[in-house]
């Protein structure tokens, strides 16, 4: 991806007919981008080495949009300080090794359960190369970029007229926030709260609309802009939460009584991902039952109880009111925990029609 010495550098992104090859050098936005890409550019090139060639220009072009409409939103707000301009490079630069640390694994696997998954695979668009679904899920989702790609090959279709609520296709450009213990607090305060969080995110509080009640327990982050820039501004908010480790920033707001309440922000779920987290708390109570001496994890973007790293059992959602249970039968095994009595308690939760079942 260097270019060689005495050659203009293009970085433009697939189908944009404007060329910073031929830009001017005057022009302060494309010297602003060119600047920052300069110093991104090897830090990508080195994560990009051990890619297969199948899948290089691919990612390439995907991380290269996505980072010039970043760029460009830093550019329509920083002003002349230098110093502003070097943080932001800084900034720019975590967010892309933060990003890109689990993306080449992911990216594979998700190919790979894209192909093994029932039912014929979708028609390639002309010129194209498979993987668009996940090109798509990149560019869109607000999750992490490891979240995007699974949901990428769980969703290969988008919405139509035929698409069950059931599996429907998520909503990039929105977050949902919810308080605990479901307390209401006043939209006007809630408002406050997000303001200071946007602030840290480098967003303004033109960028997103908060939609609820005036006195509510539940409100909507709607992002500004077409989809891929409500998404983008969607990803780069959810993202500043994160401080890494598992560890989260304080989201709390007043209440009337000026007491700190603690709320929640998430990306959307369909009924089915809402369905799988709630059958996979269940499931890892009734691990937890056989093996009390063991801390067991529960990670509910997968539906999947570990202890350690390693997966134990995951619930599979077969239906709208069906699902079963895949194991790691060497691990369940090395734990001593029984496969039938599991399953048969399980089963009767389900077809019980207990809560979330």
């Excluded at 293009?10 to 494309?30: I, Q, V």
């Excluded at 594979?108 to 996940?134: C, H, N, R, T, Y």
């Excluded at 801390?295 to 995951?314: D, H, N, P």
């Amino acid at each position: 991806m260097s270019a060689k010495k005495g050659e203009q550098r293009s970085r433009s992104p697939p189908g944009n007919n404007k060329s910073n090859a031929t830009a001017s050098k005057d022009d302060p936005k494309d010297d602003g981008f060119a600047a920052i890409w300069d110093t991104v550019g090897p830090k990508l090139d080195n994560k990009l080495g051990d890619f297969a060639t199948g899948f290089k220009e691919e990612v390439k072009g995907v991380v290269n949009s996505m980072v010039k409409t970043h760029v460009e939103r830093l550019e329509k707000k920083i002003d002349s300080n230098q110093e502003h301009t070097n943080k932001s490079i800084k900034n720019l630069e975590k967010q892309m090794d933060d990003k890109f640390s689990d993306l080449e694994g992911n990216l594979l696997k998700a190919i790979q359960a894209s192909k093994d998954a029932p039912g014929p695979p979708p028609a390639p668009a002309p010129g194209g190369s498979s993987g668009g679904e996940v090109r798509q899920a990149l560019r869109s989702s607000p999750l992490s970029f490891a979240d995007a790609v699974v949901a990428g090959a769980q969703q290969s279709a988008g919405n139509d007229v035929t698409t069950p609520n059931f599996n429907r296709k998520l909503n990039p450009t929105k977050l949902f926030c919810n308080l605990h213990d479901r307390v209401k607090v006043a939209k006007a305060k809630f408002e406050q709260a997000i303001s200071v969080l946007a602030g840290e995110a480098n967003l303004s509080d033109s960028d997103y609309k908060i939609i609820g009640e005036p006195l509510d327990n539940r409100f909507e982050l709607q992002f500004a802009g077409d989809n891929r820039m409500a998404s983008v501004s969607a990803l780069q908010f959810y993202d500043s939460l994160h401080l890494g480790r598992g560890q989260f920033k304080d989201q709390f707001v007043l209440d009337d009584q000026s007491n700190q309440v603690k709320f929640y922000v998430n990306p959307d779920k369909n009924p089915c991902q809402m369905r799988r987290e709630i059958l996979a708390k269940h499931l890892r109570a009734i691990l937890a039952s056989k093996v009390a001496d063991k801390t067991l994890f529960l990670k509910k973007q997968t539906g999947s109880v570990l202890e350690g790293k390693r997966a134990i059992c995951s619930v599979i959602i077969t239906g709208p009111e069906s699902a079963r249970l895949e194991w790691c039968h060497p691990k369940r095994i090395e734990m001593g925990i029984e496969q039938v009595p599991v399953e048969q308690e399980f089963s009767a939760f389900v077809i019980g029609g207990g809560p979330g079942s």
